[in-house]
């Protein structure tokens, strides 16, 4: 199981959250292998566009995160 | 694999685009600008955190990128834009009134950003380099207007001639003709938008009902709306008594963790004295609609309604579609469409009866909302619209998350179909359900034929079909909304929209009331 905590955030939402949300949400491959959940602000936005959206996988911290890099990257992670 | 064709609302919906990123960080950097006191010349450093950068990230150049900063700036306090070619510093213009609690917005809301418009061309059809300049080219063959001809071993349509019929583009082996449509024109359903001498986007006025279906529609970002966060910050700032009313469609919009109380909580902690929900005056308005409808079919026995008696209950909470049906359907309207004022001026008197010093800010995914406080009676009663996008802005600027906040009492003000208005169909269901239980009882199940329609578009060609009775049964309550999929879908509004959707159905199943007339007394 892959851990993702994803912020949910006033900040990270506005800023590109809602996005991530979305696909995390809708899409069945992510949905079983992965363990969702949605956190409060993680404090690594410094409440600025620049750094969000903040997500969080298997404890590992990633910023200003797209939806294409984290499909990719789950998709990497879900084949390893 | 399959992909569904989708439409210019569809397109960018959820798509978290630069555009929007520049959009809400100007809010943001402006809605702080006012939060922290600062001196009115800092605003023009705001184009300057906003694009920091040396070299050009969405333009030709950062000076560019700036101009349409500082307009954009020039929106969120409110102020008229600069004249094209006469740009120049924000500071010159009044900014130290614009801060001020005093209303200060004007006419129009929806505004082209000149400096920003790309100038896209009006629809047409080209052709693409997919051409391979084929012996067949059925392209010229099918074309009515012999407009087609093959020059230099390629296609090519004369846009003098060509009357955009799509036959070249159906017949193409290689789909090498593709229809060009200009986002803002095609996004708008009341054809305000055209050209002016330059080729630049152009508003008709005359035409334009504010629904801002433009704005979230433009993939430059050349379109925005007036703001009144500076004026509604300055209010809160100033000690007066500010009172939030918070539109049906909230639920979800900031995040799944942000319930209402929460939200509520972080509304009080930046200053507001209390929040209501619109859904409250939404019930008023189903009960009032409702009646209304009880009346119809009670003379439903009479065989010869005359013409100028209600044939139907037409919805009235939607601004922009209220505004379309006057304008393009006059009889039609002035005789069905409910004189009974939004959800938004219903919510607003109740909280003005309690407290004659009221300011009512109006919260809620819409900007038509903002026009709509230009009628005398309204603006008697609703101060102040800000979207959800805008409130993100002020939260950010407080440096407040509702989702910190303790769980508390959920909000409690509203029915069950009260709270089901935002999603396109509540409306009329709402007003029927509640029909339904003010009729007797062996009138109880009687059919009552009901239509709906979302984007401006469909609503006018309801509106049409209407007026020439093509609809059969005669349809008994006309739902209208500008915005696609309701008011979930409003340019203002944050969260996806089907996500937005389950929301609200959740919200509504948790009200204590299921009909307003279970709480509200019978007048
Ligand atoms: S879509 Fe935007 S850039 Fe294109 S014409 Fe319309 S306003 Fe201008
Ligand atoms: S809001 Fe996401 S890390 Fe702060």
């Given at each position: 199981?892959?851990?993702?905590?994803?912020?949910?955030?006033?900040?990270?939402?506005?800023?590109?959250?809602?996005?991530?949300?979305?696909?995390?949400?809708?899409?069945?491959?992510?949905?079983?292998?992965?363990?969702?959940?949605?956190?409060?602000?993680?404090?690594?936005?410094?409440?600025?566009?620049?750094?969000?959206?903040?997500?969080?996988?298997?404890?590992?911290?990633?910023?200003?995160?797209?939806?294409?890099?984290?499909?990719?990257?789950?998709?990497?992670?879900?084949s390893? | 694999?399959?992909?569904k064709?989708?439409?210019?609302?569809?397109?960018?919906r959820?798509?978290?685009?630069?555009?929007?990123?520049i959009?809400r960080k100007?809010?943001?950097?402006v809605?702080r600008?006012?939060?922290?006191d600062?001196?009115?010349r800092?605003i023009?450093?705001?184009?300057?955190?906003?694009?920091d950068?040396?070299?050009?990230?969405?333009r030709?150049?950062?000076?560019?990128?700036?101009?349409?900063?500082?307009e954009?700036?020039?929106?969120?306090?409110?102020?008229?834009l600069?004249?094209f070619?006469?740009?120049?510093?924000?500071?010159?213009?009044?900014v130290?009134?614009?801060?001020?609690?005093?209303?200060?917005l004007?006419?129009?809301?929806?505004?082209?950003?000149?400096?920003?418009?790309?100038?896209c061309?009006?629809?047409?059809?080209?052709v693409?380099?997919?051409?391979q300049?084929c012996?067949?080219?059925?392209?010229?063959?099918?074309?009515?207007?012999?407009?087609?001809?093959?020059?230099?071993?390629?296609?090519?349509?004369?846009?003098?001639k060509?009357?955009?019929?799509?036959?070249?583009?159906?017949?193409?082996?290689y789909?090498?003709?593709?229809y060009?449509?200009?986002?803002?024109?095609?996004?708008?359903?009341?054809?305000?938008i055209?050209?002016?001498?330059?080729?630049?986007a152009?508003?008709?006025?005359?035409?334009?009902?504010?629904?801002?279906?433009?704005?979230?529609?433009?993939?430059?970002?050349?379109?925005?709306?007036?703001s009144?966060?500076?004026?509604?910050i300055?209010?809160?700032?100033?000690?007066?008594?500010?009172?939030a009313e918070?539109?049906?469609?909230f639920?979800?919009?900031?995040?799944p963790l942000?319930?209402s109380a929460?939200?509520r909580?972080?509304?009080k902690?930046?200053?507001?004295?209390?929040?209501?929900?619109?859904?409250?005056?939404?019930?008023?308005?189903?009960?009032k609609?409702?009646?209304?409808l009880?009346?119809?079919?009670e003379?439903?026995?009479?065989?010869n309604i005359s013409?100028?008696?209600?044939?139907?209950i037409?919805?009235?909470?939607?601004?922009s579609?209220?505004?379309?049906?006057?304008?393009?359907?006059?009889?039609l309207?002035?005789n069905?469409?409910?004189?009974s004022f939004?959800?938004?001026?219903?919510?607003a008197?109740?909280?003005?009866e309690?407290?004659?010093?009221?300011?009512?800010?109006?919260?809620?995914?819409?900007?038509?909302?903002?026009?709509?406080?230009?009628?005398?009676?309204?603006?008697a009663?609703?101060?102040?619209?800000?979207?959800?996008?805008?409130?993100?802005?002020?939260?950010?600027?407080?440096e407040?998350?509702?989702?910190?906040?303790?769980?508390?009492?959920?909000?409690?003000?509203?029915?069950c179909?009260?709270?089901?208005?935002?999603v396109?169909g509540?409306?009329?269901?709402?007003?029927?359900?509640?029909?339904?239980a003010?009729?007797?009882e062996?009138?109880?199940?009687?059919?009552?034929?009901?239509?709906?329609?979302?984007?401006?578009?469909?609503?006018?060609?309801?509106?049409?079909?209407?007026?020439?009775?093509?609809?059969?049964?005669?349809?008994?309550?006309?739902?209208?909304?500008?915005?696609?999929?309701?008011c979930?879908?409003?340019?203002g509004?944050?969260?996806?929209?089907?996500?937005?959707?389950?929301?609200?159905?959740?919200?509504?199943?948790?009200?204590?009331?299921?009909?307003p007339?279970?709480y509200?007394k019978k007048?």
């Amino acid at each position: 199981m892959i851990k993702i905590e994803l912020c949910c955030g006033l900040n990270c939402l506005a800023h590109g959250g809602q996005e991530l949300l979305d696909i995390l949400e809708n899409d069945e491959k992510y949905k079983k292998k992965c363990e969702i959940e949605c956190v409060n602000c993680l404090d690594e936005c410094g409440n600025t566009a620049e750094k969000s959206p903040v997500i969080k996988i298997n404890n590992k911290i990633y910023r200003r995160i797209t939806s294409d890099f984290l499909m990719d990257l789950l998709d990497r992670l879900i084949s390893e | 694999m399959e992909k569904k064709d989708l439409n210019i609302f569809e397109k960018m919906r959820g798509i978290y685009t630069p555009v929007t990123e520049i959009r809400r960080k100007v809010l943001a950097a402006v809605a702080r600008m006012v939060v922290e006191d600062q001196p009115p010349r800092y605003i023009e450093y705001i184009p300057y955190q906003i694009i920091d950068k040396n070299i050009p990230t969405y333009r030709e150049s950062v000076f560019k990128e700036r101009a349409i900063v500082r307009e954009r700036i020039r929106l969120a306090f409110g102020m008229e834009l600069k004249e094209f070619g006469a740009h120049g510093p924000i500071h010159d213009d009044d900014v130290i009134n614009t801060i001020t609690d005093l209303k200060v917005l004007k006419r129009p809301i929806v505004n082209v950003i000149k400096a920003g418009c790309e100038r896209c061309p009006e629809d047409s059809y080209i052709v693409t380099n997919l051409c391979q300049g084929c012996i067949a080219h059925p392209c010229t063959s099918v074309c009515p207007k012999n407009a087609v001809s093959i020059q230099k071993g390629k296609s090519l349509i004369d846009q003098l001639k060509c009357i955009r019929c799509g036959r070249c583009a159906q017949v193409c082996p290689y789909n090498a003709i593709a229809y060009r449509e200009r986002p803002c024109a095609t996004a708008c359903g009341v054809k305000a938008i055209s050209s002016d001498e330059y080729g630049f986007a152009d508003i008709n006025y005359n035409l334009c009902v504010s629904c801002g279906m433009c704005i979230v529609s433009c993939p430059f970002g050349a379109i925005g709306e007036k703001s009144e966060i500076v004026q509604i910050i300055s209010a809160i700032k100033n000690g007066k008594r500010v009172y939030a009313e918070i539109a049906p469609a909230f639920v979800n919009q900031f995040g799944p963790l942000a319930s209402s109380a929460k939200i509520r909580s972080a509304l009080k902690e930046i200053g507001f004295l209390d929040i209501k929900e619109v859904a409250l005056g939404a019930d008023k308005v189903i009960l009032k609609e409702a009646k209304e409808l009880v009346a119809i079919l009670e003379n439903d026995n009479k065989k010869n309604i005359s013409k100028d008696e209600k044939q139907f209950i037409g919805t009235s909470c939607c601004t922009s579609w209220k505004m379309c049906a006057d304008r393009h359907f006059p009889e039609l309207a002035k005789n069905n469409i409910s004189e009974s004022f939004a959800p938004m001026v219903e919510t607003a008197r109740v909280i003005k009866e309690k407290d004659p010093d009221a300011i009512v800010v109006f919260i809620g995914p819409c900007i038509a909302k903002k026009e709509e406080c230009f009628i005398p009676e309204v603006t008697a009663l609703v101060d102040f619209v800000m979207t959800f996008e805008e409130l993100v802005a002020v939260f950010q600027a407080f440096e407040i998350d509702p989702i910190e906040f303790e769980e508390e009492e959920p909000m409690q003000d509203a029915s069950c179909i009260g709270r089901n208005f935002p999603v396109a169909g509540g409306v009329a269901q709402a007003i029927i359900k509640q029909t339904r239980a003010l009729l007797p009882e062996n009138k109880k199940d009687r059919e009552i034929p009901h239509i709906n329609a979302d984007t401006l578009a469909k609503c006018l060609t309801m509106l049409k079909k209407l007026k020439s009775g093509k609809f059969n049964p005669k349809p008994l309550v006309v739902e209208g909304m500008a915005c696609p999929f309701g008011c979930i879908g409003g340019p203002g509004s944050i969260s996806s929209l089907n996500r937005a959707k389950n929301a609200v159905k959740k919200f509504a199943e948790k009200a204590k009331n299921a009909l307003p007339s279970d709480y509200l007394k019978k007048k």
